[in-house]
């Protein structure tokens, strides 16, 4: 199973930018880069996916290593608000068709200080 | 709103007991997944539906069914509950198109199982 390591937690001050690095030496040519966020006591957040390109949205951006065996979230400037757990995963496509399911792995606590 | 409705909120039930959670798909979507959160496992896959059929199975116990109605909707029944079935249920939906990686999951705010 194509599987990510993060570090276990980061830390930051309020109205910087935060960079969450995620490897996935073992990733796959049609393995997409998945990044969700949890706030405590919600359900996790889609925030942003890729394949090879970088990818920008309202909430982040996606940072992809040339080799695709890392990978970088970039927050531009972090609020309080983003405190929560990170996770990178990697969304594999079977060659029959369909997808599987996430595996969540422990991601990243981000902590903002004020 | 993630456009995910998860019903009830909270459920706090004894040993022994059986109940059922219930999960909205967002508009659209027709693939509906459960996952289940303990404070020592975290997020664990449990099963897979898409438009009314079982597509794939993770962690789920023998005594943890679900299914999925016509109108999309899915229910997730767990019986003979334990204590340690104690934790945060969520439904996450997708939906479907080539190649199926490229698309986000949207999950519900959760049910809190409390068996006592």
């Known amino acids: 199973d194509a599987k990510t390591t993060q570090p276990n937690s980061m830390e930051s001050n309020e109205e910087e930018p935060v960079h969450l690095p995620c490897n996935h030496s073992?990733?796959?040519?049609?393995?997409?880069i998945h990044w969700y966020r949890q706030l405590p006591s919600q359900g996790p957040e889609y925030v942003i996916h890729?394949?090879?390109s970088n990818v920008n949205n309202r909430m982040a951006s996606l940072a992809i290593a040339e080799d695709r065996k890392s990978s970088t979230l970039i927050l531009h400037r972090a609020t309080l608000r983003d405190a929560a757990v990170y996770y990178c995963?990697?969304?594999?496509?079977?060659?029959?068709?369909?997808?599987?399911?996430?595996?969540f792995g422990k991601g990243t606590h981000l902590i903002i200080q004020p | 709103d993630s456009g995910v409705t998860q019903t009830p909120k909270h459920l706090i039930t004894a040993t022994g007991q059986r109940v059922t959670l219930r999960c909205s798909p967002r508009?659209?979507?027709?693939?509906v997944y459960w996952y289940q959160q303990s404070l020592d496992q975290g997020l664990q896959f449990l099963i897979q539906?898409?438009?009314?059929?079982?597509?794939a199975k993770g962690n789920i116990l023998e005594r943890f069914s679900a299914q999925q109605f016509p109108d999309l909707h899915s229910e997730l029944n767990l019986s003979s509950l334990e204590l340690g079935d104690s934790a945060l249920y969520f439904c996450?939906?997708?939906?479907?198109?080539?190649?199926?990686?490229?698309?986000?999951?949207?999950f519900g705010s959760g049910t809190r199982l409390t068996v006592v």
């Open positions: 508009s659209g979507d027709l693939s």
């Open positions: 539906y898409y438009n009314g059929e079982e597509r």
């Open positions: 995963i990697l969304r594999v496509e079977y060659s029959g068709g369909g997808a599987d399911g996430l595996t």
């Open positions: 890729g394949l090879t």
């Open positions: 073992t990733i796959s040519g049609t393995d997409y």
């Open positions: 996450a939906s997708s939906p479907e198109g080539w190649p199926l990686a490229n698309y986000g999951y949207t």
